[in-house]
Nanobody
């Protein structure tokens, strides 16, 4: 069992920055691929970014490329999402997730095994 807890959300003006953190407990996440997803009420949970277990590879959805950076510190059992140049359309609840499989970089939420409770990010214009 792995417990994930997001933090770092809040309200920010367009063009601002936030850093989200995802702290894992219970077990190490060093062997898991990790992802960030976001969700707006009434919409499907959307893929944002993925990082492999080693941190050697990353992948982003097109809308955040060049603005968001996913990273991890396995020694701290923590994953991060640095968000720059935030836009109102980035407003959502952001979730971190862990994938027990390290074979593929999954962009579908259903492929992930563990989820945090989410943290709200609100970007105003």
């Amino acid at each position: 069992q792995v417990q994930l807890a997001e933090s770092g959300g809040g309200s920010v003006q367009a063009g601002g920055s936030l850093r989200l953190s995802c702290a894992a407990s219970g077990r190490t996440i060093s062997n898991y691929n990790m992802g960030w997803f976001r969700q707006v009420l009434g919409k499907e949970r959307e893929f944002v970014a993925i990082i492999t277990w080693s941190g050697g590879s990353t992948y982003y959805t097109d809308s955040v490329k060049g603005r968001f950076t996913i990273s991890r510190d396995n020694a701290k059992n923590t994953m991060y999402l640095h968000m720059n140049s935030l836009k109102p359309e980035d407003t959502a609840v952001y979730y971190c997730a862990a994938d027990r499989s390290s074979i593929t970089l999954d962009t579908q939420a259903r492929e992930y095994d563990y989820w945090g409770q989410g943290t709200q990010v609100t970007v105003s214009s």
